[in-house]
């Protein structure tokens, strides 16, 4: 069988010598030296000033709106993992949807001013694919109205925009390190920031707003992670330019194959490198969409619909909203496996089968 995805393994060797480094010290969790030595080499990797390892790329967006005081309404996508919009209700505000532009699939920024009220505290987009969203744009908008931005980079790793990391933009992007995204430490998520400010409150909420032993600065979470997933994660970061690289050689490799075939693709960043977190292909109809994916998976190979339905027609929990592109696109929209171990024969056969 062929699936969707597989986590990159580091040789166990060398992640058996993070753990002994953890036998010896016996400190399991609460931000020990691995989670410490983590975050800076990603800090020098990402090329960025501040970073949070925590528990996951959900806590993370729950944490972002917590840290921000978001209230009332968030502009967002409908177009995204669950999480996206999730974590909005989970924090007491309302998702109000914007549909996407049909060729990048990120939010369409030409329609966020309309659905601006003086209940929307901010805009929360995603990086669909790691595809960076139209930064200069969104914050724009953002600082015209005063709205707080959080980008939701759980795609994005490793991924630039005109020259610095897409994390650079908005007030709060997170990531998530989940086994199935390209650099990941099992479970696990990343905050970042560039508010030195905003930053302490951030280290404060991750760690259920302590202070010291005996006061408390905010009202905070249990975000951390542990010094086993900070292992993981130090083992993996010694290999993220050879996964990046192989992902971006098959991601190639598709391309090449699938030239001839009546597929669209994500319209990326003109300004920005794909990284290979995913591979996903538009059908002209659903129905084609539909064959094709039987007879993969008659043949052994596993695909998903990211990101099918639309969170606006899902969500038992939210006000239902018919959105024109998103609910084309999304019941058009296929991901094809892509992983570090999938070898360029797998993909050839995998393109031969694609009508
Ligand atoms: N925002 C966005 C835009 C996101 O995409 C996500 C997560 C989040 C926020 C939230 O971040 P986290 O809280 O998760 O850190 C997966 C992931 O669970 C989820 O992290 C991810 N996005 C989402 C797009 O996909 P599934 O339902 O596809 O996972 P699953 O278990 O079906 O795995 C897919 C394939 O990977 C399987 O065929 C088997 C393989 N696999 C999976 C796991 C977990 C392995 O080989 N080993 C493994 O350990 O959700």
Known sequence: MILVTRPFLPPMEEYNRYLERIWKSSQLTNMGPLSRELEERIKEYLKVDYLLFVTNGTIALQMAIKALELRGEIITTPFSFVATSSTIVWEGCRPVFVDIDPRTLNIDPTKIEAA?????????????YGNPCNVAKIDAIAKKYNLKVIYDAAHAFGVEVAGTSVLNFGDISTLSLHATKLFHTGEGGLMLTRDPRLFERLQYIRNFGFRGEDSFAYLGINGKNSELHAAMGLANLKYIDQIIHKRQALSFQYDQNLKQKNLGRPLWHKNSINNGAYYP????SEEKLLHCRKKLLDNGVSTRRYFYPSLATALPYIELKALPVTDDIAKRVLCLPLYYDLKVEEVDWICNLIM
């Open 116 to 128: 601006i009220t003086s209940k929307v505290s901010a805009i929360m987009a995603t990086h669909v």
């Open 281 to 284: 292909v538009f059908f002209e």
